[in-house]
């Protein structure tokens, strides 16, 4: 993969990860797969877009998803966003509600979030890619062992960070983080994931938007505009 699209500040500190021989196997996993007609989603330009788009030094909020869509146009890099002219996709639409909810912005109507990573929110997928209509395909193969670098980099910062984990799957994958409640500088945020299956159950009303921002404020930084711009 030394030839991938990705910002300096991520390809120097992520450089054995990308000589180890975990990243060597799933590489050509991905060719052989490829190579036997699967489709794979995103991209293989869009894999790393959630890190070119957020540079490290420019980190202020994670959220965590698990793996990409794995329909047809949907994926482009970025955990829990669709490109233009897809459908917004359900976890989206209840993200939308909170922010409402939480802050008073009027739903989006579409799912391109590359206004938030282009603010600093690192908008990171457990797992970068997926077969297409085989959601957790890929899971297992290395790429878990690169994000949870990716996250190691991020709780290594000086600067504090805001975490927005959704589900069990992210609370458990970003357990390290150095959270201001065990005396660290992160502020982590726990809540169900925004699925129609269990955003009634705390994911609603968990005001993480809003959170986030004052700890930002809290901390000299500005805030993040959540609401999205008309395509």
């Not at 929110?121 to 193969?141: D, F, I, K, S, Y």
């Not at 970003?174 to 299956?197: E, M, N, Q, T, Y």
Request: aromatic share 10%.
């Amino acid at each position: 993969m030394a030839d991938v699209k990705l910002h300096p500040s991520w390809r120097e500190p992520l450089r054995d990860e990308f000589a180890s021989p975990y990243m060597a196997a799933l590489r050509e996993y991905l060719r052989v797969e490829k190579a036997a007609g699967k489709r794979i989603f995103p991209a293989s330009q869009n894999w790393f877009r959630a890190l070119d788009l957020t540079p490290l030094e420019q980190v202020r909020v994670v959220i965590l998803g698990q793996d990409p869509y794995h329909g047809e146009g949907q994926a482009h890099g970025l955990c829990f966003s669709v490109q233009p002219g897809v459908r917004t996709p359900p976890s989206l639409v209840n993200i939308y509600k909170e922010m409402e909810a939480d802050l008073g912005i009027p739903r989006a109507r579409h799912g391109f979030l590359e206004h938030w990573a282009g603010q600093g929110v690192l908008l990171l997928n457990a797992v970068l890619t997926v077969e297409m209509a085989r959601a957790a395909a890929h899971q297992g193969r290395g790429w878990e062992r690169f994000t949870d670098a990716v996250i190691r980099l991020i709780n290594a910062r000086p600067e504090p960070v805001a975490f927005m984990l959704w589900g069990s799957y992210a609370q458990k994958k970003a357990a390290f983080v150095d959270s201001i409640d065990r005396g660290g500088r992160h502020l982590v945020l726990k809540a169900p994931h925004p699925s129609p299956l269990s955003a009634h159950t705390g994911f609603f009303g968990s005001r993480h938007f809003s959170k986030a921002n004052a700890f930002l404020e809290s901390h000299g930084q500005r805030p993040i505009d959540w609401a999205l711009p008309e395509l």
